[in-house]
């Protein structure tokens, strides 16, 4: 009579849980949310100039795949100018770009310093440094050297020219020397020639 009085609870109590079951399975796959891809943006690229002059820093379209764009800063024809370090300062439009990574080139040949990251204070600006060892003497650059290689996301459509700012200006954009006075200090080249910058768009 015991057993008689407490089965049939059981028996209910796990109908129920069957139901409960089979209701929520059905609500989780009712509920379930996708979301729409990221925007995607077809990159483009155009060099400002064609022909790059002799004791120059210029920048060209190194290639563009899907969204990304690659802009390579070459040195060309030092001249007599014995290079030891280059500090690049660059303004480019975030909204339609973003900095994705940057890899150093051969231009300097075997640099022991290599910095590229966007102005801590200016999202609108990157800051690239390239040096040889203290004291070294430095390399002179023939024909035209990859100093530096940036790899952008177009992330907006429009078009964003980049710029060197600051040329042949402390802080700035410039090439340096050995400071023939002092050998642990560097100078700037002058006359180094910054032409117009790449234009990378999207639509």
């Known amino acids: 009579m015991i057993a008689s009085r407490r089965c049939p609870p059981c028996w209910l109590v796990a109908s129920l849980l069957v139901t409960f079951v089979a209701c929520s399975g059905g609500g989780e796959e009712d509920d379930e949310i996708f979301l729409p891809p990221p925007p995607t943006f077809a990159a483009r690229c155009t060099d400002g100039v064609s022909v790059l002059p002799s004791g120059s820093v210029a920048m060209q379209c190194a290639g563009v795949s899907g969204s990304m ?3 390579n800063l070459v040195i060309t024809d030092t001249g007599s100018e014995r290079v030891v370090a280059a500090a690049l300062d660059l303004g480019f439009n975030p909204p339609v770009a973003t900095l994705e990574s940057c890899s150093v080139g051969a231009a300097l040949a075997s640099p022991v310093a290599f910095e ?25 650059v023939t024909g035209s050297q990859i100093l530096a290689t940036l790899h952008f996301r ?5 078009a964003s020219t980049l710029t060197f700012l600051g040329q042949n200006a402390p802080n700035g954009s410039a090439l340096l020397r050995r400071d023939p006075g002092d050998p642990t200090q560097t100078q700037i080249i002058p006359g180094t020639v910054f032409p117009t910058g790449v234009t990378i768009a999207s639509s």
Do not use: F
Not at 121 to 137: F, G, K, M
Not at 154 to 158: F, L, N
């Open 69 to 71: 764009v690659a802009v």
């Open 116 to 140: 590229c990251d966007l102005a801590n204070n200016n999202p609108a600006e990157i800051l690239i440094s390239v040096s040889r060892q203290t004291q070294d003497p430095g390399v002179q």
């Open 154 to 158: 177009m992330s907006g459509t429009g």
